[in-house]
């Protein structure tokens, strides 16, 4: 298993035992002995603001997943604010930094909800931080909205709970999705490479269960587990090439996946099986074409959750790419930021579904919900808290128009024939 997947350290007995209502009883029995201490602010309503705890990794190696999430959180909480906020209720973020550890995430998120007295969780990246702050927020009885983990096992039915709720695609959705496109290639010998942890585990399973099903004469050659975060990737090319598949599926993703591709090129490694390699895990985001430049392995498929350049999706995600780049200042905008956007779009409709911010009433709210996005509607499924969120698949391929690959064409699949 990865270095992500720690067990959650312990706090205080009074921060294990106390949950967030205990927490504000006892603030509010402060109060009262004192005296009434309100703050108002012009224009707002004087109940005070919506606070929103977003925990992400903004430090280290994935940060600038982290950072781009927080911006797409704030670049729609100030488009709401701009708007008369939420029930008259101006939206206020408080970002805290897991460090991409399972054992932070939990921290931070207990501190939040028990020191900020967050109304609400947000975040996380990897598929050992969400299901660690899922269990926080059950504990606390405290609405959690994941806009990024993607493993099977942070919804799944014994560890479900009523606060829990994804944006996100899922390890299952990404899988099979994989598994259908790569059963065009023609191929029969296929080989997977995916880090040790909980989504390399949980995409690997479902793409080789769903491949096998829908072509049964597929033979899985060889499966190689490098450690994530692995530096040396050379004896697991070496020894995935010596099986000599036909082609290969990966959830090596980030900086993962670059250091995979970087030392995997010059082996000759996508030439001996001519660049049929499906790299799911946001292989082909504009961040990772970005970053390798002329090391990018050209003529693989990939996936992102978003794509600047994705001219054939539909006029809102033409209109939020404009109002993204302005925002972020930058031409080629994050893939990432849209995660952030559509899951303070959702949080903010069930909580104007509930009329109210407690999580109880929005939790109920969440359930059902469905909302415009730039990628078309979402919905989230009442059984079992789950978005029909898919990402956007292809090829890659060299455009004059851009100073990295992109995919062509980029294809936005519908999740539902993929989802249980």
């Known amino acids: 298993m990865g270095p992500f997947q720690q067990p959650a350290r312990k706090e205080s007995a009074m921060v294990d035992s106390m949950t967030r209502r205990d927490f504000v009883k006892a603030a509010a029995a402060a109060g009262a002995a004192v005296g009434p201490f309100v703050i108002t602010r012009p224009g707002w309503s004087q109940t005070g603001s919506i606070k929103i705890g977003i925990v992400e990794p903004l430090s280290g190696p994935v940060a600038y997943i982290g950072e781009a999430n927080v911006a797409g959180f704030r ?39 028990l020191r900020e007295n967050v109304d609400f969780l947000v975040g ?10 899922s269990v926080v927020a059950k504990e606390s009885k405290i609405v959690f909205i994941a806009p990024i983990p993607k493993t099977d096992q942070l919804t799944a039915p014994d560890k479900l709970h009523p606060y829990v709720f994804r944006v996100a695609s899922t390890t299952t959705i990404e899988g099979r999705t994989a598994a259908e496109l790569m059963a065009k290639w ?56 010596a099986k000599k598949p036909e082609a290969v599926f990966s959830s ?9 591709a970087k030392q995997a090129k010059p082996l000759g490694y996508f030439e001996a099986i001519k660049y049929n390699f499906f790299g799911a895990g946001e292989a082909a985001s504009p961040e990772t074409t970005k970053t390798m430049g002329a090391d990018y392995p050209v003529g693989i498929w990939g996936n992102s959750y978003d794509a600047f350049y994705w001219t054939e999706g539909p006029p809102a995600h033409r209109e939020y790419v404009a109002r993204v780049s302005k925002y972020l200042k930058d031409e080629y905008p994050s893939s990432w930021a849209i995660q952030g956007y559509i899951g303070m779009e959702a949080l ?43 990402q956007i698949y292809g090829k890659t391929v060299k455009d004059p128009k851009y100073p990295f690959p992109i995919m062509k064409p980029a294809v936005y699949v519908d999740p539902t024939k993929f989802m249980d």
């Open 75 to 113: 670049f729609g909480a100030e488009r709401l604010n701009a708007a008369g906020g939420v029930l008259g209720r101006k939206i206020e973020l408080v970002p805290r930094d897991t460090k991409g550890n399972a054992d932070e995430a939990v921290r931070v998120s207990r501190e939040l909800i």
């Open 124 to 133: 996380t990246l990897t598929s050992a931080e969400g299901p660690a702050v």
């Open 186 to 241: 023609g191929v029969k010998r296929v080989a997977t490479i995916s880090p040790d942890y909980a989504y390399g585990q949980d995409v690997t399973k479902a793409f080789v269960e769903y491949i096998k099903k829908i072509k049964p004469d597929v033979e899985i050659v060889d499966q190689q587990w490098p450690k994530l975060g692995e530096a040396d990737y050379t004896p697991f090319i070496n020894a995935q090439m």
């Open 252 to 260: 090596l993703w980030g900086g993962h996946f670059v250091t995979f």
């Open 348 to 390: 903010a409709e069930a909580i104007k579904k509930a009329g109210s911010t407690d999580s109880d009433k929005v939790s109920k709210a969440l359930l059902g919900l469905t909302i415009d996005t730039p990628h078309g509607k979402l919905t989230i499924r009442e059984k079992d808290h789950q978005a029909n969120r898919a």
